[in-house]
């Protein structure tokens, strides 16, 4: 016990003759300063770096290019486009489709995606499907594949009610078998490339179009079916001269502006979706007949 008490006693000496006493750095002033430095300089590359950070990197395609793309769909045994071009008017000449008029990336009811970004929402890296199937409301995840209301029409019958497709739970009936779906998309790099393509079985959305005259192709089908190109891929080079030039936001939606990052605006005021009224009719385009044929 007296080995106890004496460990004690000087333990309790050793804490009264530290107190008041200052905790020094060793070296002195030098460490600290350098971590102070080392959080300012840090703190300022942060801030400059958000500042600097392009809106999306320079690689193809940019705003200058104009791409086309074969694409469809394939449910079970039957191919799918999507419907309408998204370059319908309100009544106060607002875009109906807001995500069209915000990248510009569209179809024209011919099986291409028509790629030609109005902002930097849809160049570089962000050139991506997901783009494309969000200007149409058509959602995709690693699961399902969800059609919304208004391009449910052209699907098969058994499917036109809620247009949804689930891997490993929606079934395919084939030549009179029943098998449950798997989504799956295969995409190459050119519209002429022979071989089987590449197969994505997830990351859909992400899928990188980074080249002119791909083809891709959004499969719901058993396990085990071949993914061919869309029969209509035959048909690129006539369907993608036909739209060999574009119209920007000014002329198709007069009034309105897209900025750089894809705001969409009328004068001063920002629209989203929701701002827009039902599509109208416009006007047909007249042209005058020339006098001496107007004469005859």
């Given amino acids: 016990m007296a080995t106890s008490s004496s460990s004690t006693k000087k333990a309790a000496r050793l804490a009264q003759k530290g107190k008041g006493q200052k905790v020094r750095f060793q070296g002195g002033t030098l460490f600290p300063l350098i971590v102070a430095l080392v959080v300012v300089l840090g703190s300022a590359l942060v801030i400059y770096a958000r500042q600097s950070r392009p809106s999306a990197d320079a690689s193809a395609p940019t705003i200058d290019d104009h791409w086309h793309h074969t694409y469809g769909f394939l449910i079970c045994d039957t191919w799918v486009q999507l419907e309408g071009d998204g370059e319908a008017q309100d ?37 991506q499907l997901g783009v494309f199937l969000g200007v149409y409301d058509v ?13 449910r029409a052209q699907l098969p019958a058994e499917f036109q009610e809620d247009g949804r497709f689930e891997s490993g739970e929606t079934e395919c009936t084939i030549d009179g078998e029943t098998e449950t779906g798997r989504l799956q998309v295969v995409r190459w790099d050119n519209i002429s490339d022979t071989g089987d393509g590449t197969t994505f079985i997830a990351g859909f959305e992400q899928i990188r179009l ?13 396990d085990g079916t071949d993914v061919g190109k869309p029969p209509w891929v035959e048909d690129f080079e006539e369907d993608a001269l036909n739209d060999s030039g574009q119209l920007g936001t000014d002329q198709l939606f007069p009034g309105v502006e897209v900025d750089d990052e894809g705001d969409v605006t009328v004068g001063t005021d920002e629209i989203d979706q929701e701002d827009v009224g039902p599509e109208v009719e416009s006007d047909p385009v007249t042209t005058e007949a020339p006098a001496d044929e107007a004469e005859s």
Avoid: C
């Fill in 210 to 222: 980074d080249k002119d005259a791909m083809a891709v192709v959004i499969a719901f089908v058993p």
């Fill in 139 to 151: 959602e995709l995840s690693d699961d399902v594949l969800q059609f919304p209301d208004d391009q």
């Fill in 91 to 127: 009544a106060n000449g607002r875009p109906t489709n807001v995500e069209y008029a915000r990248t510009g990336i569209h179809s024209h009811d011919d099986g291409l995606i028509h790629w030609h970004p109005f902002s930097s929402a849809s160049v570089g890296s962000r050139a």
